[in-house]
């Protein structure tokens, strides 16, 4: 396994991460889910990615218990935690958002459900029109502050939120934000590869990546439309499909079969290629895996071989494929 470091931090993330969404708490049970949790830290991985609203807070507990069932080394790995949603059903109007009070009590919640007594990363999962920027960057310093919290970032903020809340930050010499949490794959690259790009260097800003397979569309099981056992025919998740297959101007499914066609023939599995896609950015500091199934993840774990077994004009192939 690679290690990057996260930004212009010292800390070093496994280039592979790998995260709860959907899954955990839901579509695997607690063996599957310690399974890979086990199966990923014998490979290298080292951070693991949550939120409170995962399943209501649930996939903290399973991934915190699983953590504490296979006694990895407090100082060996990384936890995180998201705040925005909130963990109820139907959050009252302080158990969501970035108010100093949710901030700091959904902090205090996601250490007791993944079972640590700091979070190694702690995210702002969107940004929150209700919520002056400063207030946030203030809460978010004070966990930094109190050891409950190590590096704080943000998820899916445009770049001038970003900009915002680190010109507050410098301001007022609090903690700024160290990493943003994107979504990044071959058909959706734009907000990294643009709009982010003067913040690397400006602001020496990580980042760790989500939906590296377009939640399982890069591995070609949609190629014959939204059926199966896969997220995207899962009951309750139609706006997820909405916005994975996304408007038919952008040919998402077509760009997804000719990917795979070409993984192919190059005689790779997609999901390996499409994850190693992402891990040569090298303004990507991690990039989060998501699996249902033990073996899936074991096929996404061999992805980095597939970064010296490739040659330059082969990855251009893969781009090509997926354009527009
Ligand atoms: N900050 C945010 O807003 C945000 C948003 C989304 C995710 N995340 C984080 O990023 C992590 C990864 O995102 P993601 O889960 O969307 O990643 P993804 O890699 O795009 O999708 C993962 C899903 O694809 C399917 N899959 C994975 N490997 C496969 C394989 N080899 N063959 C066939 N199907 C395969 C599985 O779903 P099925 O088997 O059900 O099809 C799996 O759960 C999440 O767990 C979460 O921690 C963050």
Redesign the pocket.
């Known amino acids: 396994m690679e290690y990057r470091r996260l930004g212009s931090s010292g800390l070093q993330l496994s280039a592979l991460s790998?995260?709860?969404?959907?899954?955990f708490g839901n579509?695997v049970d607690r063996s599957a889910a310690r399974e890979m949790i086990a199966l990923a830290w014998d490979h290298g991985v080292n951070f693991f990615?949550?939120?409170e609203g995962?399943a209501n807070g649930e996939a903290e507990r399973v991934m915190g218990d699983a953590i504490a069932d296979l006694r990895l080394p407090r100082d060996g790995y990384c936890v995180s935690s998201?705040v925005y949603f909130g963990s109820a059903k139907e959050p009252r109007p302080t158990q969501k958002g970035l108010s100093r009070k949710h901030v700091v009590d959904a902090c205090h919640d996601a250490l007791e459900r993944l079972r640590v007594d700091y979070l190694d990363l702690y995210?702002c999962?969107?940004p929150d029109p209700d919520t002056p920027i400063e207030e946030t960057v203030r809460a978010m310093d004070s966990l930094v502050q109190q050891g409950k919290v190590l590096y704080w970032g943000t998820?899916?903020w445009s770049a001038a939120q970003i900009r915002e809340a680190h010109k507050i930050a410098r301001l007022r010499n609090l903690q700024p934000p160290t990493m943003e949490?994107p979504?990044y794959?071959l058909l959706h690259r734009d907000r990294v590869e643009r709009e982010y790009a003067p913040l690397y260097a400006e602001y020496g800003m990580g980042t760790t990546i989500?939906?590296?397979?377009?939640?399982?569309l890069?591995?070609g099981?949609y190629a014959s439309g939204v059926v199966g056992?896969?997220?995207?025919a899962?009951d309750g998740y139609g706006w997820l499909q909405k916005l994975v297959v996304g408007d038919p101007a952008e040919h998402r499914i077509e760009r997804a079969r000719r990917f795979t066609l070409l993984a192919r023939e190059l005689h790779v599995?997609p999901?390996a290629l499409a994850?190693a896609w992402c891990l040569r950015n090298p303004h990507v500091s991690t990039v989060?895996?998501?699996?249902?199934?033990v073996e899936?993840?074991r096929?996404?774990l061999q992805a980095p071989a597939l970064l010296e077994r490739l040659e330059a004009a082969q990855w251009q192939r893969v781009e090509a494929a997926t354009a527009r």
């Open positions: 790998f995260g709860a969404w959907v899954t579509q990615d949550n939120a995962y998201k995210f999962h969107r998820s899916e949490q979504q794959n989500w939906s590296p397979l377009a939640s399982g890069l591995t099981k056992d896969g997220r995207l899962r599995a999901a994850i989060m895996l998501g699996a249902s199934r899936q993840l096929e996404n």
